[in-house]
């Protein structure tokens, strides 16, 4: 079934320009935040790499908890419902 458009009303052009103004809109928004997620003190973290690889050849970081772990807290536990 071939679907031809024999007129265009105003509304039906308002309409499109609103999608297409729509998606404009969102790949601005989407091309400006990967830039600034690409530049140095943005939100994201980035590891220095050379420094992690040497620690983890050295072998500082093995068998050792991370800085921010800790058992959870009979509070904590109360917060979570409960022990299991």
């Known amino acids: 079934m071939l679907l031809q458009i024999t007129h265009l009303r105003s509304r039906d052009l308002r309409f499109l320009g609103l999608v297409a103004l729509t998606g404009l809109t969102i790949a601005l928004y989407l091309g400006t935040g990967l830039r600034l997620a690409g530049q140095e003190g943005s939100s ?9 690889t040497q620690r983890i050849e050295t072998g500082e970081l093995q068998e050792r908890e991370a800085d921010w772990y800790h058992p959870a807290t009979e509070d904590e536990m109360q917060g979570l419902g409960g022990t299991p």
């Open 44 to 52: 994201w973290r980035k590891p220095d790499l050379t420094v992690l």
